[in-house]
C-alpha cells in the first residue's frame, strides 16, 4: 500500500481458496501530532553542503533512538561508489556537495513501539535545490538601452512593453514600475500590468 492513509485502517484477511484462514492483520493508520517537529519542506543551496534530518524524530521525548530508513521519491537511499558525496550518518542524509538532481521527496522510516503496540513512522520532507540570491543589477532587455522612440495613433489605445532580467530571490521582491516624463500628465494613473516568465532549469536561474 502505496502511500499509506487513514483510508487503509482496517482488517486485512488471506484466505487460501477462499476457503482457509491463513493470515488476519489489523491496520490501524493514525496521524501524529508534528507540533515541535523538525522542518517538511527544506530549501538547499546547490554546490554548498547541508544535512536532512527525519522531522519526527525531533518530536518523540524520551522515547528509544529508532534506526530510520531514507528513501527519495520511492526508492531507498543507500551509499554508492558513484555518489561519495552522500553519506547516511545518524539516522541523516549528509550531502557534503549539493547538486540539482537532489530535488524531491525523501521520507524517513523507522520502528516506535508504543506499550505493546508496534508502529511504523514515516515522515516526508520536500526538497527544494536553490541558488544564492543574486548579486547582480537588473538588466534591461527591451527596449535596448533603455530608450526606444515608437509611433502611436492619436484617440487609440497603446501598450508599452519593458522587459527586464532579475536575477534570482528566494523571496522575491523584483518590480518594474512606470512613469510619465510630462509635467502636464504626470498626475494621472497609469494601468499596469506585471508578468513573471520563470527560467527552466534550476530554481535559482536569472529570470525576466
Not at 540570491?133 to 535596448?144: A, C, F, R, S, V
Request: charged share 25%.
Amino acid at each position: 500500500i502505496s502511500p499509506v492513509g487513514n483510508k487503509d485502517s482496517g482488517t486485512y484477511i488471506c484466505t487460501v481458496r477462499k476457503e482457509h484462514l491463513c493470515l488476519n492483520i489489523i491496520l490501524n493508520v493514525q496521524e501524529i501530532n508534528v507540533a515541535g517537529c523538525g522542518a517538511f519542506e527544506v530549501y538547499l543551496i546547490v554546490n554548498t553542503g547541508d544535512s536532512l534530518s527525519c522531522p519526527t524524530l525531533s518530536c518523540q521525548g524520551n522515547l528509544q533512538r529508532p534506526s530510520v530508513t531514507w528513501y527519495k521519491d520511492g526508492l531507498m537511499v543507500v551509499p554508492e561508489k558513484k555518489r561519495q558525496s552522500l553519506e547516511l550518518r545518524d539516522n541523516k542524509i549528509f550531502l557534503i556537495s549539493i547538486y540539482d538532481l537532489d530535488l524531491g521527496n525523501y521520507s524517513c522510516d523507522y520502528t516506535q513501539f508504543i506499550n505493546t503496540s508496534e508502529w511504523i513512522v514515516r515522515a516526508v520532507v520536500s526538497v527544494n535545490i536553490i541558488a544564492w540570491n543574486t548579486k547582480h543589477e537588473p538588466t534591461i532587455l527591451d527596449p535596448p538601452e533603455g530608450k526606444k522612440t515608437q509611433e502611436v495613433e492619436l484617440g487609440k489605445p497603446f501598450q508599452l512593453m519593458c522587459r527586464v532580467l532579475f536575477g534570482f530571490e528566494r523571496y522575491v521582491s523584483a518590480q518594474v514600475t512606470w512613469f510619465r516624463n510630462n509635467p502636464e500628465s504626470r498626475q494621472d494613473g497609469l494601468e499596469q500590468e506585471h508578468k513573471r516568465v520563470p527560467a527552466k532549469g534550476l530554481n535559482g536561474d536569472r529570470k525576466s
